[in-house]
């Protein structure tokens, strides 16, 4: 099974992308988590990704896109994966589209998860994000047993750089102008599913296993 995920910035994405991954198998790939792990390890992918994201802009598409197709190539995705945050421009699904097609395969779902830009700022702000393995928590919708320790790897929990309320908006506007026009995109291809993303995370996922099946 080959998922997208989509939806703007805190609509749930990456909750819900590590729910399917571990009730279904498939490997959760996150280019948000892989550009933090190179910031974290300090590399040149790294430092150049910082310097987008600080600022609420999108990582160039040269940037991305080969180190999805590197990843997707890998042994464990062989049966399918879910994608999260990948892609978000029309080149990087085109991108995505072309490189699967060669291999004679393509995406199953592409799943909207709908949160209007209100309820965004609120969530964000209480959001914490695991820095070992990018898990993602809420202080109050979905708190860790410990706090500020990650439930899954006992990582360190951390307030990502790009979740002060003046970057969010920005990353809502960016969301708006490069990433929403994938919602059309999928539906001309017959694969988008949209899921309500304002109810609880359980809730949402329920949705998201009706389709899925
Ligand atoms: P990325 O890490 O992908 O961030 P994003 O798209 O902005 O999305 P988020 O991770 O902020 O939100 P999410 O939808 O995963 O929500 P979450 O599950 O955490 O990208 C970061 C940056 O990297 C980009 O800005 C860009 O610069 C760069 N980048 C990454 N990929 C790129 C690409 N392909 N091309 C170019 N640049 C790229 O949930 C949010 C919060 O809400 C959490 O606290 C959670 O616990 C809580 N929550 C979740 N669901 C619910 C619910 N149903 N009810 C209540 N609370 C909930
Ligand atoms: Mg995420």
Known sequence: MKIVMLGAPGAGKGTQAKMISEKYG??????????????KENTDLG??????MDKGLL????????????RLAQD????GYVL?????????????????AKIGEKLDYA?????????IINRMSGRRACVSCGGTYHIKYNPTKKEGICDACGGELILRDDDKPETVTKRLNVYHEQTQPLIDYYTKAGILKEVDG??????????IVKILG
């Open 198 to 207: 304002t109810v609880d995370l359980d809730a949402v996922f329920e949705a």
């Open 76 to 79: 464990d995705a062989k049966k």
């Open 47 to 52: 430092k150049k990704a910082k310097e987008y």
């Open 26 to 39: 498939i490997p959760h790939i996150s280019t948000g988590d892989i550009f933090r792990a190179n910031i």
């Open 111 to 119: 799943i909207d998860v709908d949160v209007p830009d209100e309820n």
């Open 84 to 100: 999260d945050g990948f892609p978000r421009t029309i080149p990087q699904a085109e991108a995505l589209d072309e490189a699967l």
């Open 59 to 70: 990582v160039p598409d040269e940037l991305v896109v080969d180190l999805v197709v590197d």
